[in-house]
């Protein structure tokens, strides 16, 4: 049974950084996506980042380009979320999620993962 789990979450002011982990267990890497997405409350699901597991290319959101940096360390099965020059924008539950298919045009679009963690929360305050 595949499960994630996301830790690392908290509060931090305006500039400051969190970073994220998300620990993969049932699953053995594969020809697979990792992303991270972020839903506040009243509003959709938004895809943040992802990367793929062959050649490890990324993608990000513009709203988060050059402050997030995605990565995964195969060997302990985790992915990861480094998160700099956070705003109260960033303020949200982020979530991680699995799509064993691997990436797509879609890669940052919810519907394209079938695995989802239950979230941890960021918040920034000003």
């Known amino acids: 049974q595949v499960q994630l789990v996301e830790s690392g979450g908290g509060s931090v002011q305006a500039g400051g950084s969190l970073r994220l982990s998300c620990a993969v267990s049932?699953?053995?890497?594969?020809?697979?996506?990792m992303g991270w997405f972020r839903q506040a409350p009243g509003k959709e699901r938004e895809g943040v980042a992802r990367?793929?597991?062959?050649?490890?290319?990324?993608r990000y959101a513009l709203s988060v380009l050059g402050r997030f940096t995605i990565s995964r360390d195969s060997a302990k099965n985790t992915l990861y979320l480094q998160m700099n020059s956070l705003n109260a924008q960033d303020t949200s539950m982020y979530y991680c999620?699995?799509?064993?298919?691997?990436?797509?045009?879609?890669?940052?679009?919810?519907?394209?993962?079938?695995?989802w963690g239950h979230g941890t929360q960021v918040t920034v305050s000003s």
């Open positions: 999620a699995l799509d064993r298919t691997g990436c797509g045009w879609d890669d940052l679009k919810a519907s394209s993962y079938q695995y």
């Open positions: 990367i793929g597991s062959s050649i490890g290319s990324t």
């Open positions: 049932g699953y053995t890497y594969s020809s697979d996506c």
